[in-house]
């Protein structure tokens, strides 16, 4: 291809451009006409985000929680009706240069960094500069304009990049532009993704196009296995993919998630290399599978790991329902943007606004990261997600009266919340509101009639046997459900300390009972990984192991009837469950306790009590956080009241997870109700 052009707005706005002769495309950008914009946006708006309704009544709530946040957003669909959309393309002959195209039917996407003196590109891939244009600088470098260019699926179809299609002095429409990103890049038949700081080998590119030309000749299972000869150069090569600026910004992150379609385009030794987002994919878990049985890649492997679960856990869903009435926490998700980089704070506000497709825009900026995380737990909290209660971070700044820390924590590194993928949405009244003093109070159920037990001497020897048994004598199916097994060092501390918390987690479940384990995950919709049931064969096997070693003579029998099958193919998930790491990652803890409310029918798990318990320190669980889908979260707290109870004032002591407890509810006696209590930072 000939070197392109690109005729700079500004100069389109003054008149002609200056006459262009040329072999090579000429690309112009120009305003589409609102009917064509509808048209390209029609199946976005169609979306979560075209959704009036969920809009409204979240901004109804986010009034009565917060009006000075309120009047920050406004319904997404007046931002993007009063967007230009400007797209760069082709024109029909030289007159026409200032005219608009012919109706677009698609457009493709760059999503990049934009260039600046803080980093610097791989060598040939500078920002060009057309000496035709003064004051005129390409957004990215000739070399990677062209692979975006060679994407098109005619020369007709439009291009967007922001630094072109938005106008960067016009602050106004930068806002609304702002407000529809995610539109924009939803709407995109292709999102092209261009990394310009990092360059890949002859040998590397050898090996990537390998990867490339296995995955397309077999997409539906890619056995490609490069021996440890090549796994090392691709470990190196993937460390160094995943060091780009592109994988640390916040909008790169976004853009990325919310296109259809995604590729790389990667300097390579000779040209750019188009990469599948899937390639990358696949090859990140090839070496991670490969580093488990690698100490010295297992190390460099954490190096990439950060970057790509943020992103992967991102792209995994737009936001959306995955699994009826549960969807991923907004917290969680607020939580991974503000973690990614961007030259503005408020820039952050608007992504998260835009992946949780709330259907609202950002009108204001914020002013500082304190700000940002106050508003986007009233945002949360608005749009149904209580998980911002259970937070362990840092203490937020309320802006409700005059400025003042909030007993509300931000989640923090280590947090459940961080990591829950799913949780049910608040009741129309979930008992939380704003007092007038500033503060967001909450209706509490305290339980007034309840005893934690630690596991008994039976129980422990059981699930010791059990662990050390599946160790020697079934460590095929034990590494099959958790990789950390492997590679462990039997005598080691970490293997050691990493057996206690499985041992006590299963102690305290048999503690809890049978019918407690088997009812458990049901309890919890989405807590528990899917692949964890067993084909019939290892069901018997297993059954039979495990209910001589765990359950001793409390285990059921062999039969095959469908009511006992599923009692055991719900056990064993249970069992799979824990040896996965799940129960063990939010328990956080391996001191596990049984704990019982009332008389024995509501049985659960939690952490043993802190030791700075007083004898007026009570257990309670926010109203909002009653349903059982929220086992994975730290709402189970420790309170002391500050006067009476009556006085409803309460200092928050700690805060437990509480899980396979059923829907608590008020009863008089074990579990009291009580509205709007407050709680001191």
Not at 473 to 479: A, C, M, Q, R, Y
């Amino acid at each position: 291809m000939q070197d392109p052009i690109i005729v700079p707005p500004h100069y389109l706005s003054q008149g002609t451009p200056p006459e262009v002769s040329q072999d090579g495309p000429v690309l112009v950008c120009t305003t589409i006409s609102e009917s064509n914009k509808e048209s390209l946006f029609h199946r976005a708006l169609q979306g979560p985000d075209g959704d009036g309704e969920d809009a409204a009544a979240i901004m109804q709530r986010l009034r009565q929680l917060d009006s000075g946040v309120h009047q920050m957003f406004d319904l997404k669909n007046k931002g993007v009706s009063r967007a230009p959309l400007r797209l760069l393309h082709e024109p029909r002959d030289q007159e026409a240069q200032s005219s608009p195209p012919l109706e677009m039917v698609s457009y493709i996407a760059l999503s990049y960094c934009w260039h600046a003196d803080t980093w610097t590109p791989a060598p040939g891939y500078q920002a060009h500069e057309d000496v035709r244009y003064k004051d005129w600088r390409w957004p990215i470098s000739m070399r990677m304009f062209k692979g975006l260019l060679s994407l098109r699926e005619w020369t007709q179809e439009g291009v967007w990049i922001d630094a072109v299609c938005i106008n960067q002095v016009n602050e106004q429409e930068k806002l609304y532009a702002i407000g529809s990103m995610d539109i924009i890049y939803k709407s995109a038949r292709l999102v092209v993704i261009a990394l310009e700081d990092v360059e890949v080998s002859p040998y590397e590119e050898t090996l990537l196009q390998e990867c490339i030309a296995i995955n397309e000749f077999n997409k539906e299972d890619a056995v490609w296995r490069p021996s440890n000869e090549k796994m090392r150069p691709l470990t190196t090569l993937l460390i160094r993919l995943f060091s780009a600026r592109w994988f640390q910004r916040a909008w790169c992150s976004h853009e990325f998630q919310l296109g259809r379609n995604a590729v790389f385009l990667v300097p390579g030794s000779e040209g750019y290399i188009v990469v599948e987002s899937t390639i990358l994919e696949y090859i990140f878990w090839l070496i991670k599978e490969h580093a488990q049985h690698h100490e010295d890649l297992f190390s460099k492997m954490a190096e990439v790991e950060i970057s790509f679960d943020i992103l992967s856990r991102m792209a995994e869903q737009d936001a959306a329902t995955i699994h009826q009435s549960l969807s991923r926490p907004y917290t969680s998700i607020f939580r991974d943007v503000l973690l990614l980089e961007s030259s503005e704070i408020s820039d952050k506000l608007s992504i998260a606004v835009n992946i949780s497709t709330l259907g609202l825009y950002l009108k204001e900026k914020a002013e500082n990261i304190e700000r940002c995380r106050w508003i986007l737990a009233m945002l949360a909290l608005a749009a149904g997600d209580a998980t911002i209660l259970c937070g362990l971070g840092d203490h937020l700044y309320s802006t409700l009266g005059p400025p003042s820390i909030s007993w509300l924590q931000w989640p923090a590194d280590h947090d459940s919340v961080a990591m829950m993928d799913r949780h049910p949405k608040l009741s129309a009244d979930p008992g939380i509101v704003a007092d007038q003093n500033g503060q967001i109070s909450l209706d509490i159920l305290l339980m007034t009639k309840c005893a934690v037990y630690q596991p008994t001497s039976i129980s422990f020897g059981n699930a010791e046997r059990f662990m050390k048994c599946c160790l020697s004598e079934h460590s095929d199916i034990l590494t099959d459900l958790n990789s950390a097994w492997m590679g462990l060092d039997h005598d080691s501390r970490r293997f050691y300390d990493g057996l206690t918390y499985y041992i006590n987690v299963l102690a305290c479940s048999l503690d809890c009972g049978m019918p407690w384990m088997a009812k458990a995950l049901i309890l919890t919709p989405g807590v528990a990984p899917d692949g964890l049931g067993f084909g019939p064969s290892t069901l018997q096997s297993l059954w039979g192991f495990a209910a001589s070693v765990l359950f001793e003579n409390n285990a059921m029998s062999n039969d095959t009837e469908d009511s006992a099958g599923d009692e055991k193919q719900a056990l064993l998930k249970y069992i799979g469950f824990v040896l996965r790491t799940s129960a063990v990652n939010f328990m956080d803890t391996i001191r596990t306790v049984k704990l019982v409310v009332g008389d024995l029918s509501t049985t659960a798990m939690t952490a043993s009590p802190p030791v700075e318990t007083s004898s007026r320190t009570v257990l309670a669980v926010p109203a909002a956080l009653a349903h059982p889908a929220y086992a994975t979260v730290k709402r189970l707290w420790y309170l002391e009241p500050l006067g009476s109870w009556e006085e409803g004032l309460w200092r928050i002591v700690r805060k437990e997870i509480l899980f396979g407890c059923p829907p608590l509810k008020e009863d008089g006696e074990s579990v009291l109700l009580r509205s709007s209590q407050r709680f001191t930072a």
